[in-house]
């Protein structure tokens, strides 16, 4: 027998073939933890899991662990081979998820012969993914932070926003946390800039007067009064989560580095 996978966000339709291409059967499950084990159930109780191959387009995630973990051979088929083969076996092409299940069911029983299984991976491959996996998780929101506040700026404080080339640097957040609003920096002159800079061991090539001319050349932020305060508030607050994220990469690095150095395969 053949399992075919159609996943969604949130559902995911099964559909199961025997080898003659005759439904055995059809289902969905949640995406959750009951869903999953509501899906290995229902398979252990048609074969055993190594004689169970279950097709997937997506070749990773929770899911797959969880079959993988199970025992079942899971063979990842790609999403265009699965759309063409579609539109030749359904006539008219339309999409449905639990037909698309049978399909995919269909194209491993008729190809299984031509794809290859995936291999479980190690306790230390899964250890190096959790780490990888989040710090990518962290750097997609320290972009958005980073954007957020560069978006912030250019309405109250333009200077601020460009002075540094990254808006999320150590050097750039400690200056907006000394300067959070055009008014706080009205008393900065080169010889403040300059003190900053090497207080915050700047290693930009820019001098103090430069990034002077270049803060007071971007248009004029907001002066006095409730509105620059409360953005000020606001650009404080964002710095504070950048700071944060900027730690937590750092601790991930190290952690990265130090799975990656324990894999048997790190040479490679």
Not at 10 to 32: P, Q, W, Y
Request: aromatic share 4%.
């Amino acid at each position: 027998m053949y399992v075919g996978i159609d996943r969604a966000s949130t559902e995911h339709a099964v559909c199961i073939v025997d080898a003659a291409g005759r439904v055995i059967d059809r289902f969905s499950i949640k995406h959750s933890a009951e869903g999953f084990e509501r899906l290995v159930g229902r398979l252990a109780r048609q074969a055993e899991p190594a004689a169970l191959p279950v097709a997937i387009e997506r070749p990773d995630g929770r899911l797959v662990d969880r079959l993988l973990e199970a025992g079942h051979p899971v063979v990842p088929v790609k999403t265009t081979a699965i759309k063409a083969w579609r539109e030749a076996e359904v006539g008219s092409g339309a999409r449905s998820d639990p037909g698309d299940a049978r399909v995919i069911a269909d194209y491993l029983r008729l190809r299984e012969h031509e794809l290859r299984p995936l291999r479980p991976f190690s306790e230390r491959t899964r250890a190096l993914r959790a780490v990888v996996r989040a710090r990518t998780d962290l750097v997609d929101a320290r972009v958005a932070a980073a954007n957020q506040l560069r978006a912030t700026l250019a309405a109250a404080w333009p200077g601020a926003g460009v002075l540094f080339a990254d808006v999320a640097s150590a050097i750039a957040l400690a200056f907006l946390e000394r300067y959070p609003t055009p008014t706080a920096a009205t008393r900065l002159g080169e010889a403040r800039m300059a003190m900053f800079l090497r207080k915050h061991g700047y290693g930009g090539r820019r001098t103090p007067a430069e990034l002077l001319e270049r803060l007071r050349a971007a248009p004029a932020g907001l002066g006095d009064g409730p509105g620059s305060e409360a953005r000020g508030d606001a650009i404080l607050a964002m710095v504070r989560v950048l700071r944060a994220l900027n730690r937590s990469l750092r601790d991930l690095d190290r952690s990265v580095v130090t799975h990656l150095g324990e894999h048997p395969d790190a040479e490679v």
